[in-house]
């Protein structure tokens, strides 16, 4: 999923080997391919809808990078 570019890869952190992806915007489209694109290889992933965290809730969005130790952060929010 990530890190897998053979002419861009990302440092082992970033790729998923030491930590988790957090993706903002769980309930969305986008939140929820990536999910399917990361379990299928392996890549540990959480992507909380917005119901269980809002990221216009900065003290929220803050607590669940504290919480998860998050390698990687993808915004996948839309205002829809």
């Keep these: 999923?990530?890190?897998q570019?053979?002419?861009r890869p990302l440092p082992g952190r970033a790729s998923g080997e030491h930590g988790v992806i957090l993706v903002l915007g769980g309930g969305g489209q986008l939140a929820r391919e990536l999910d399917g694109l990361a379990s299928a290889r392996g890549v540990a992933l959480t992507a909380p809808p917005r119901r269980?965290?809002?990221i216009t809730d900065t003290d929220a969005v803050a607590a669940a990078i504290a919480r998860t130790k998050p390698?990687?952060?993808i915004n996948a929010a839309a205002y829809t």
């Design 1 to 3: 999923l990530v890190g």
């Design 5 to 7: 570019d053979q002419v």
């Design 52 to 54: 269980e965290l809002d």
């Design 71 to 73: 390698a990687l952060v």
